[in-house]
């Protein structure tokens, strides 16, 4: 009888972790995953669209969460939020729905506070301060008066939602933010036209003979059939050279007539009259034949001064920005390559030969670059030299290319009325050729209420103020003043007009189905910003649900 202990699982088996959140780890992986469960967030406002946003970031794993609210449950809070029942009436809103959304996912550390953001502004300063708070994000929910808006803290990203009836607004402000992963459609850089040696070394060797018909000694028909396009366009990019003084096909009637330079090559006396990677190349023509360029989107980050001027205290980013900088500049102005290589009709040893190629290219860029990083971190004294790992110089050079800096405009400056690129964006949406159908009119409607409540400290339309036309009247006057602010004078029009009677009519309340598209929007947009991975809204994200439409603005 064998005693001996069961063996082990194998190291490859996932998790148990990796099982729970398979599908989101596919989208944002690991270090994505890391971000998520290391970020803190502070809701300040227990409405329905606020748990609907937290409910979306704890069932994903956020780390850590604080619901802020000095409200008590009321009976009108059943109808509109799920996370609270019949047992929460007369108790502390923050402390019921903090416990029912802590329900959803164990791994999730929860927590309340009965207060609000004016009084934690003006008595618990330090819990907002950047330097000592210990929130990583704050949501913030309407109402909220503009004196407090202008209060918010610019160093901690911050959300400021507005769910009023059938019309949602989201602003997003968040310090300089950086993305390495912003997931576009293809990492691919197969680089046609600048190989460097290997690769044209291995071109050489794999298209020997190539049009050199079997029976005169050439390659036997699945040989031919099975020779990676790029090797073709490779060797054929040589042949067109020799034929045009050395000048590559850049001109769309150049790359047509490349193009049928490639089909007359293509054995046609095969099985289907055709071959699949001859086929594959003739498709890649027009795409892949270009000059390896630096996107625009990556030349702002490597000319930003905070990449330019680099010291002791950047932030990990900016110092292998200005590494990939320095290796491009002395690289003839190529980027790092990704080694990235798509499918293609191969057999397998050809392909991971063309595959390697790439991968050992990319590599030994990446080397190059970590070379200069390693050196500027020991040379600035950076307190992070000894802890940045190569990995994130690997991935940072694999995205080189797709790299992105938002710098959002702040809360405060939006409210003030004084910023002068806010007024443009609103005027220019007003002034638009499709201004009658924009949603910037849902937006203007939302500044004249965010004005009454401010003076009133109550919503237009609430059921506790029974003169609605004289709200409406005064709604209407804000939004004027708002307007004329902003440089616009030709009043308010039809589509505003209507948007201000459905903020009148809905008095400041929710609807739940408003709430839960709101989480929804508001949860995607916030979990970029926390991974730093694929592009965030900047900086206005607008839902209008009677027409079921979103818009966005940078206002």
């Known amino acids: 009888m064998d005693t001996s202990p069961p063996s082990s699982a194998p190291s490859s088996a996932p998790s148990s972790k990796e099982k729970k959140y398979d599908r989101q780890l596919r989208l944002w992986g690991a270090n994505g995953q890391n971000r998520l ?10 409405t329905a669209a606020g748990c609907e946003v937290l409910k979306n970031l704890i069932l994903p794993s956020i780390g850590r969460f604080t619901v802020i609210d000095d409200k008590l449950v009321e009976e009108a809070d059943l109808g509109i939020n799920f996370f609270l029942d019949q047992d929460s009436v007369g108790k502390p809103r923050a402390e019921r729905t903090a416990a029912l959304l802590g329900e959803l996912n164990p791994d999730v550390v929860g927590g309340f506070r009965s207060d609000n953001l004016e009084n934690m502004l003006s008595h618990t300063p330090e819990l907002l301060d950047p330097r ?76 020997r003979n190539l049009d050199v018909p079997e029976s005169e000694g050439g390659m036997s028909d699945h040989q031919h059939g099975h020779v990676p396009y790029v090797l073709l366009l490779l060797k054929y990019l040589e042949d067109w050279k020799q034929l045009h003084d050395g000048h590559l096909p850049g001109t769309y009637s150049e790359k047509t007539q490349f193009k049928s330079m490639v089909m007359d090559k293509m054995r046609t006396n095969v099985p289907g009259a055709s071959e699949e990677n001859y086929e594959e190349a003739i498709g890649a023509v ?76 990319a590599h030994s860029d990446a080397a190059a670059v970590e070379e200069i990083v390693r050196d500027y971190m020991n040379r600035l004294q950076h307190p992070h030299r000894d802890q940045i790992d190569s990995d994130v110089i690997q991935l940072f050079c694999r995205h080189a290319n797709f790299l992105r800096c938002l710098n959002y405009r702040s809360i405060a400056d939006e409210y003030s009325n004084s910023n002068d690129e806010h007024n443009k964006a609103v005027l220019a949406a007003l002034e638009n050729w ?73 008095g400041g309340g929710e609807l739940h189905v408003t709430a839960s598209l709101a989480g929804g929007i508001v949860a995607q947009e916030v979990i970029k910003i926390i991974t730093q991975q694929y592009v965030p809204v900047n900086n206005t994200v607008v839902f209008d649900g009677i027409g079921s439409r979103t818009q966005t603005f940078e206002l």
Not at 37 to 46: C, P, R, T, V
Not at 320 to 338: Q, Y
């Open 132 to 207: 000592t708070t210990e929130f990583t994000h704050l949501l913030v929910m309407s109402p909220v008066p503009t004196p407090i808006l202008l209060q918010l803290p610019t160093g901690i990203p911050t959300f400021f939602v507005n769910s009023l009836g059938f019309v949602t607004t989201l602003r997003i402000y968040s310090p300089t933010h950086t993305i390495i992963e912003t997931h576009p459609d293809s990492l691919v850089d197969l680089r046609l036209f600048n190989p460097w040696p290997e690769l044209s070394a291995l071109v050489l060797e794999k298209t």
């Open 434 to 506: 499709d201004a009658e159908d924009s949603l910037i009119h849902n937006y203007v409607a939302l500044r004249g209420y965010q004005e009454f409540y401010t003076s009133h400290g109550r919503a237009p339309g609430d059921t506790s103020s029974e003169d609605c036309d004289a709200d409406y009247d005064e709604i209407k006057r804000f939004v004027c003043q708002y307007l004329e602010s902003v440089g616009y004078t030709k009043g308010v029009g039809v589509r505003c007009e209507k948007m201000l009677k459905e903020v009148v009519r809905a």
């Open 286 to 361: 027009m795409k892949n034949l270009r000059n390896a360029e630096i996107s625009s989107e990556t030349k702002e980050v490597l000319d930003n001064p905070k990449c330019l001027n680099i010291t002791s205290e950047s932030d990990d980013f900016w110092i292998i920005a200005r590494a990939v900088k320095d290796f491009t500049d002395s690289n003839n102005g190529f980027l790092p390559l990704s080694g990235a290589t798509p499918d293609m009709k191969a057999e397998s040893h050809g392909y991971v030969a063309l595959q390697n190629i790439y991968r050992v290219k």
């Open 37 to 46: 469960e290391q970020a803190h967030i502070a809701l300040f406002g227990a």
